[in-house]
């Protein structure tokens, strides 16, 4: 008997029960849920100095950095945390219903941000808590997005389905850098308020119009994984975040006793979750998945083009604000905004290429597009490295498109790759541990980008920063101490749109002549004083992105063959497992995992 196309999904034919407009709602609404989501993971990174001012706190003065950081890694850090466990929620209480609550608990966050009221660091506090909530709402969308457009989609039109997702999601991260830019100098209240109204219909039109096709498995929870994944993975996420502080004479943490025992003690953690995964009976954290070789070697792949991705977003930011605007006749309080601007060329690569190979992979495979994609974006960095620090903006521009176009490609034929090579009942679990895989690099990607950015400054700035001084007045015994201060204060305060040298003068300013202290804080003296010593750690901190993506490439070219399934005289058992959603792929459709000599479908993992 052939299998019969229409029910070779079982999660398709229910879509398609409920009208052949059903798949297109479901994503367009998990659309808007992910460029919501990862808007607001970016647009506070323009609007920090706007927010600071406005609950008067100054995140440079020593004792506040800690605040500068939660402010934008802490919805990173607990949205990574939390997805595989709303992932496996989803699977087993509802996609859709897991997927609503996470749209509710981000509006409520949003409306809570919104009405802040308080000052200082009370202020800061009040905001980091409702990031921290925002997080666990953008935990439940990421974890549950892919999974609803998986379900809603037969498996020949996910690639170009998930392109779409995966376009809301990173150029969401870029729209939220203009957006910040914009709103927050109006008013910083607004950075928030723009995601309440949006939140509150998503939920609505969510609540009434999605409904759970997936296959949903009842199921204990895991309690001791739950604990054992959080436990470790935020040990290690905090451990990075504090190893980016200056500690004792160090200009990094990373030896701080404090920041050694969470990383290593979050790592001992996560191991033993794995050994406790293996045990259990319904484990939070799918190993077995890790079996299925399209599954394994794409999360790795994605692992590593997130890791080369992540940092480089504030280095292009730091490169912008701290000396090319600058150079170029902006004042360093305008920085912010047209940093964003002038990486719209990015997002547009990113969004040329990412539906482009959503389509075509559906028609061709996607080996060719994640290899191709990994490779393109590596170039890119290579190309970015022999880019003068003060360049013609067009290079810059073709340069950075590239490099959008490179992950637009790789992204969406990746992930629709993963999502299909799982079986259905798996795929809220599968999407959790993906996101959590992204979401995870990002954070590393920050932790290592700065990390060998600040090594690179280390070698050279001290020196460059002494003689500038001296030169234009500054007394030897002030310019010593300050040139060896660390230098993650002055890419914070390039970031943040501060007239760095300002910053680490303050009321020394006054001893110099007018003239001196004009040009000191003015535009020219410190891009040109961090010109060689910024290109020097750029180069280090790109040669590992080049590396990261290498790496992608190899990964994405072990995913696996895809063969065909013959079309003809399938075993009843074949026909009936595919109806009951057992099989996540269609009669003719390539499928990763079969041996070429094999007519037998894959074997499912626990």
């Known amino acids: 008997m052939a299998v019969n196309p229409d029910v070779a999904d079982a999660s398709a034919q229910a879509g398609g029960d409920l009208g052949p407009r059903y798949k297109w709602i479901a994503l367009s609404n998990t659309t808007l849920g992910m460029l919501m989501a990862t808007i607001n993971q970016s647009i506070v990174l323009i609007a920090l100095p706007d927010v600071f001012h406005g609950i008067g706190l100054n995140p440079l003065s020593p004792g506040n950095t800690s605040y500068l950081l939660w402010m934008f890694m802490g919805f990173l850090v607990v949205s990574a945390v939390l997805v595989v466990s709303f992932g496996r929620l989803g699977d087993m209480f509802g996609r859709v219903r897991m997927y609503t609550l996470g749209f509710a608990i981000f509006s409520v966050a949003s409306i809570f941000l919104t009405v802040t009221w308080m000052h200082g660091a009370d202020g800061a506090l009040w905001l980091i808590i409702w990031r921290v909530v925002q997080g666990i709402g953008g935990a439940f969308l990421f974890a549950n997005a892919a999974a609803i457009v998986t379900d809603a989609f037969p498996a020949s039109q996910r690639g170009r389905a998930l392109s779409v997702n995966s376009i809301a ?82 200009p990094m943490g990373w030896t701080s006793p404090f920041v050694l025992t969470a990383l290593f003690g979050g790592f001992a953690l996560l191991v033993i979750f794995v050994y406790v995964e293996t045990k259990v009976a319904e484990p939070l954290f799918r190993v077995s998945l890790f079996k299925i070789r399209a599954f394994a070697a794409g999360n790795v792949a994605s692992l590593m083009l997130a890791m080369g991705r992540g940092g480089m977003q504030f280095m292009l930011i730091i490169w912008l604000q701290g000396i090319w605007l600058p150079l170029h006749g902006y004042d360093f309080s305008q920085t912010p905004l047209w940093a964003g601007i002038y990486l719209v060329p990015l997002t547009v690569g990113f969004l040329v290429a990412a539906p482009l190979s959503g389509v075509l992979s559906d028609k061709f495979g996607p080996k060719a597009f994640t290899v191709g994609g990994a490779l393109l974006t590596g170039a890119s960095f290579l190309l970015l490295i022999f880019v003068p620090v003060n360049f013609s903006y067009w290079e810059f521009a073709l340069v950075i498109a590239l490099n959008g176009f490179g992950s637009g490609l790789f992204f969406s034929p990746n992930w629709a790759e993963m999502m299909n090579s799982v079986p259905a009942d798996r795929r809220g679990a599968a999407g959790g541990m993906i996101a959590t895989f992204q979401n995870s690099a990002f954070v590393l990607s920050i932790g290592i980008f700065f990390t060998l950015m600040v090594a690179g400054l280390s070698s050279k700035l001290p020196a460059a920063m002494f003689s500038g001084l001296t030169a234009q007045g500054v007394p030897a015994a002030t310019a010593a101490p300050i040139s060896h201060l660390p230098p993650i204060g002055v890419l914070f305060a390039s970031f943040l749109g501060y007239n760095p040298v300002q910053q680490l003068l303050g009321p020394l300013l006054h001893n110099l002549s007018p003239a001196h202290a004009s040009y000191v804080t003015g535009r020219q003296f410190f891009p040109h004083l961090i010109t060689a010593p910024f290109h020097s750690g750029l180069g280090v901190a790109f040669g590992f992105a080049i590396a990261a993506n290498v790496i992608a490439a190899i990964a994405s070219a072990l995913t696996g063959r895809r063969t065909k399934v013959p079309a003809a005289r399938e075993p009843l058992g074949y026909e009936l497992a595919a109806v009951a959603g057992e099989g996540s792929f269609e009669p003719g459709e390539l499928v990763p995992g079969i041996p070429e000599e094999s007519t037998e479908p894959p074997d499912q993992p626990g």
Do not use: E
Request: zero cysteines.
């Open 169 to 250: 999601a990173i150029a969401g991260s870029f729209i939220g850098l203009i957006l910040g830019g914009v709103l927050a100098p109006v008013n910083w209240h607004l950075i928030f308020l723009v995601s309440a109204p949006i939140g509150v219909f998503g939920t609505l039109w969510a609540y009434f119009m999605l409904h759970d096709i997936g296959i949903r498995k009842h199921a204990q929870m895991d309690w001791w994984g739950n604990l054992l994944f959080a436990a470790g993975l935020v040990s290690i996420l905090v451990g990075i975040t504090y190893g980016l502080l200056p500690y004792g004479g160090h």
